[in-house]
């Protein structure tokens, strides 16, 4: 009677496994989506950070939360040519506080 009660118990884990594994696999699938591309990420904080990123060609730089997403400005493309698929440039303070002037301007 233990056996089969451990047996049981076995089968039903191993189900448990499978079900999580199955979920796991569907919620992370993604589909590539080209018109929205990451361009520069900076951390501010454990869940802080500003994100210029481009949508359909135009650019953002949004602050970023664990609650919400801002936006700060909007850039020209030409303004952020040498950011595209490069790691962010170690002063990235500098550059942002010039990329939002010229955004003002």
Not at 42 to 52: A, D, F, N, S
Not at 55 to 63: D, M, P, S
Not at 78 to 88: F, I, Y
Request: proline share 5%.
């Amino acid at each position: 009677m233990i056996w089969l009660t451990f047996i049981t118990l076995l089968l039903l884990a191993g189900v448990v496994l499978l079900v999580a594994w199955l979920v796991h696999k569907n919620m992370t699938q993604t589909v590539p989506n080209a018109s929205i591309r990451i361009l520069s990420v900076q951390t501010l904080g454990p869940r802080e950070r500003i994100v210029i990123a481009s949508v359909v060609g135009r650019v953002y730089v949004l602050g970023h939360t664990a609650n919400q997403i801002n936006l700060i400005a909007e850039l020209s493309p030409q303004e952020v040519t040498g950011l595209s698929g490069s790691p962010a440039p170690m002063d990235f303070a500098a550059r942002l506080s010039e990329l939002l002037r010229k955004a003002k301007k």
